[in-house]
């Protein structure tokens, strides 16, 4: 079983910093690409960063120069430095990752989301 934990939301002002943090675990061979997404009220799911198994990333227009997206292959782990905050960042964060297990390759991967909120 692969699971994803999320932590590091909460509520900051806006120009504050968060940082958020994913952990996989479970019986995984491998994660290739990791992603961070996010859900306003009212908006669809949307693609914040993500980051490939060898470093690559890419980042939404929206959040470039502000966020950054890392990983530590050690310890299955996929972190988002937010900085310079804003009200519109307002929204539940996702983790994805794509996993190979014992049985299947590119396995999509959740997280349960943690929300962050940004007060004027």
């Known amino acids: 079983q692969v699971q994803l934990v999320e932590s590091g939301g909460g509520l900051v002002q806006a120009g504050g910093s968060l940082r958020l943090s994913c952990v996989v675990s479970?019986?995984?061979?491998?994660?290739?690409?990791m992603g961070w997404y996010r859900q306003a009220p009212e908006k669809q799911r949307e693609l914040v960063a993500g980051i490939t198994s060898d470093g690559s990333t890419n980042y939404a227009d929206s959040v470039k120069g502000r966020f950054t997206i890392s990983r530590d292959n050690a310890k299955n782990t996929v972190y988002l430095q937010m900085n310079s905050l804003k009200p519109e960042d307002t929204a539940v964060y996702y983790c994805n990752a794509a996993v190979t297990t014992e049985r299947s390759s590119y396995l999509g991967v959740w997280g349960q989301g943690t929300l962050v909120t940004v007060s004027s």
């Open positions: 479970g019986s995984i061979f491998s994660i290739n690409r």
